[in-house]
């Protein structure tokens, strides 16, 4: 409304009340005002007994008027006002009674009073002139009404309510019964899930037991085939190293003469000895380290001292005029605290199988620092100029003794233990390793190493060993 102003109240009827006759027929006027505005059977009851109760209690006042009107705010209401001057105050206990049935409000002085009595009504409804017009006219008769009548309505609005009870009554019942039979079908079930849940966990559980077995399968064959490779080793390593220095000794100057046909057949004898002699070591390692059994020492490393080891030592190995190996001049190296014989051993077998695999051009090997502050570590990266990787092998390279197939292996020997024990060691300390390759034009492998002066070597021992596990 505008300026916030209250909705103006439209009053349809006023009626004076001077007997008792006048508040019988305020009972009827009631029923029927209540029907006309839509309200249901219980609120028209309840209207009715609410406002014969105030007419009866009010009946002794002076110029008593009681006035039926429409309020049109939110939501719509049915207005009843008793006004009176003179009499006595409204009886406390018919207030209390008529406010269980309607929203009563009371306003006395000492010579007039009020008592309004609000119905809202059903939403949606008719229109606020439909329902003037409704009201209005059920309101505009005046059929007088006897305490018979009044009795006679009383009746039927009780028979009415008892009706309704009873429909109510069996209606809870029907639910009722509804009920119960949902209760037992939720309960039959609930029974049959419970069952099938039970069956399903004894197939779980029997399902977590074969497994059970089976990694105890897994790890004692494990533990056996590491058992194997050590002992094998150890018996392997002893008449190896009699045959290599054997060999050697019929090299060496000081020994008797040998024929050309002779120094060759000792020479090969020697080479097939280093051969197996760097086999059975390299079982051993990959035997040590999963089992967990190759510990770390770790020390400051001079990355100087150990590249220009490497370097001497892959030159006058695997040295060949085709191929250049290229390694870093580091004047001011990252510094490094790891084991250096495990991280030489990593750098080694990676430069040899690059040089293994190229037949021209270069191996390269790089040194950086990692760029991530949070994580202090070293990047050792070896790219060859070889022969690649088909696409499809590249992630079994790191399958203990596989070897890539394909007239690209001619003529190269090798284990196909070079990688795995790279990416094994890798992780012992703490790092890793990762690969890329293109058939035909070359592979490039990058190792991070932590730098392990930034935590206990104790722990960095142990997170190792668990990594390697």
Same mark, same amino acid.
């Given at each position: 409304?505008?300026?916030?102003?209250?909705?103006?109240?439209?009053?349809?009827? %006023?009626?004076?009340?001077?007997?008792?006759?006048?508040?019988?027929?305020?009972?009827?006027?009631?029923?029927?005002?209540?029907?006309?505005?839509?309200?249901?059977?219980?609120?028209?009851?309840?209207?009715?007994?609410?406002?014969?109760?105030?007419?009866?209690?009010?009946?002794?006042?002076?110029? !008593?008027?009681?006035?039926?009107? $429409?309020? *049109?705010?939110?939501?719509?209401?049915?207005?009843?006002?008793?006004?009176?001057?003179?009499?006595?105050?409204?009886?406390?206990?018919?207030?209390?009674?008529?406010?269980?049935?309607?929203?009563?409000?009371?306003?006395?002085?000492?010579?007039?009073?009020?008592?309004?009595?609000?119905?809202?009504? *059903?939403?949606?409804?008719?229109?606020?002139?439909?329902?003037?017009?409704?009201?209005?006219?059920?309101?505009?008769?005046?059929?007088?009404?006897?305490?018979?009548?009044?009795?006679?309505?009383?009746?039927?609005?009780?028979?009415?309510?008892?009706?309704?009870?009873?429909?109510?009554?069996?209606?809870?019942?029907?639910?009722?019964?509804? $009920?119960?039979?949902?209760?037992?079908?939720?309960?039959?079930?609930?029974?049959?899930?419970?069952?099938?849940?039970?069956?399903?966990?004894?197939?779980?559980?029997?399902?977590?037991?074969?497994?059970?077995?089976?990694?105890?399968?897994?790890?004692?064959?494990?533990?056996?085939?590491?058992?194997?490779? %050590?002992?094998?080793?150890?018996?392997?390593?002893?008449?190896?190293?009699?045959?290599?220095?054997?060999?050697?000794?019929? !090299?060496?100057?000081?020994?008797?003469?040998?024929?050309?046909?002779?120094?060759?057949?000792?020479? !090969?004898?020697?080479?097939?000895?280093?051969?197996?002699?760097?086999?059975?070591?390299?079982?051993?390692?990959?035997?040590?380290?999963?089992?967990?059994?190759?510990?770390?020492?770790?020390?400051?490393?001079?990355?100087?001292?150990?590249?220009?080891? $490497?370097?001497?030592?892959?030159?006058?190995?695997?040295?060949?005029?085709?191929?250049?190996?290229?390694?870093?001049?580091?004047?001011?190296?990252?510094?490094?605290? &790891?084991?250096?014989?495990?991280?030489?051993?990593?750098?080694?077998?990676?430069?040899?199988?690059?040089?293994?695999?190229?037949?021209?051009?270069?191996?390269?090997?790089?040194?950086?620092?990692?760029?991530?502050?949070?994580?202090?570590?070293?990047?050792?990266?070896?790219?060859?100029?070889?022969?690649?990787?088909?696409?499809?092998?590249?992630?079994?390279?790191?399958?203990?003794?596989?070897?890539?197939?394909? *007239?690209?292996?001619?003529?190269?020997?090798?284990?196909?233990?070079?990688?795995?024990?790279?990416?094994?060691?890798?992780?012992? $300390?703490?790092?890793?390793?990762?690969? &890329?390759?293109?058939?035909?034009?070359?592979?490039?492998?990058?190792?991070?190493?932590?730098?392990?002066?930034?935590?206990?070597?104790?722990?960095?021992?142990?997170?190792?060993?668990?990594?390697?596990?």
């Amino acid at each position: 409304m505008p300026g916030g102003a209250t909705p103006a109240v439209d009053t349809v009827a %006023t009626f004076s009340l001077t007997s008792a006759q006048d508040v019988f027929g305020l009972r009827r006027h009631a029923q029927q005002a209540a029907a006309a505005v839509a309200l249901d059977r219980q609120d028209q009851v309840r209207l009715a007994t609410a406002l014969s109760e105030v007419g009866r209690d009010r009946i002794r006042s002076e110029e !008593l008027k009681v006035s039926f009107a $429409l309020s *049109p705010g939110q939501p719509a209401s049915l207005l009843v006002t008793f006004s009176w001057r003179g009499g006595p105050p409204p009886s406390r206990e018919t207030l209390d009674l008529a406010a269980k049935l309607v929203s009563v409000a009371c306003e006395t002085g000492p010579h007039a009073g009020r008592i309004v009595i609000t119905q809202p009504l *059903p939403a949606p409804g008719p229109q606020p002139a439909d329902r003037h017009a409704r009201l209005a006219h059920v309101l505009k008769g005046d059929t007088p009404s006897t305490e018979a009548d009044d009795l006679r309505a009383q009746t039927r609005d009780l028979i009415a309510a008892l009706e309704e009870t009873r429909a109510q009554r069996e209606e809870l019942r029907r639910l009722n019964e509804e $009920l119960e039979e949902t209760n037992r079908g939720v309960l039959a079930l609930y029974s049959e899930l419970t069952r099938e849940l039970e069956t399903t966990n004894s197939g779980v559980l029997a399902l977590h037991s074969e497994l059970d077995d089976k990694r105890q399968q897994l790890q004692d064959a494990s533990e056996a085939k590491t058992r194997f490779w %050590t002992n094998i080793s150890h018996e392997l390593r002893t008449p190896v190293n009699a045959v290599v220095a054997l060999s050697a000794l019929m !090299l060496a100057p000081s020994s008797p003469p040998l024929t050309e046909e002779q120094r060759e057949q000792a020479e !090969l004898i020697a080479s097939s000895g280093g051969t197996l002699l760097a086999l059975v070591t390299d079982l051993l390692d990959v035997a040590k380290a999963e089992a967990g059994h190759l510990d770390i020492h770790p020390v400051p490393v001079d990355l100087r001292l150990l590249v220009a080891h $490497l370097s001497s030592l892959l030159r006058s190995g695997y040295g060949r005029s085709e191929v250049a190996l290229v390694t870093p001049d580091l004047e001011q190296p990252p510094p490094l605290v &790891t084991d250096e014989t495990l991280l030489i051993r990593i750098l080694r077998n990676l430069l040899s199988n690059a040089m293994k695999f190229t037949e021209r051009g270069e191996v390269r090997l790089e040194v950086t620092a990692d760029p991530d502050p949070s994580a202090p570590a070293v990047l050792f990266t070896v790219t060859d100029t070889g022969v690649g990787i088909p696409p499809g092998e590249i992630d079994r390279v790191f399958e203990a003794f596989y070897q890539v197939r394909g *007239p690209h292996q001619a003529g190269r020997s090798g284990t196909g233990l070079g990688l795995p024990y790279a990416r094994t060691l890798a992780e012992l $300390l703490g790092g890793s390793l990762t690969l &890329t390759s293109t058939e035909g034009v070359g592979t490039r492998v990058r190792v991070r190493i932590p730098d392990l002066g930034h935590a206990h070597p104790k722990e960095a021992e142990v997170e190792g060993t668990h990594r390697d596990r």
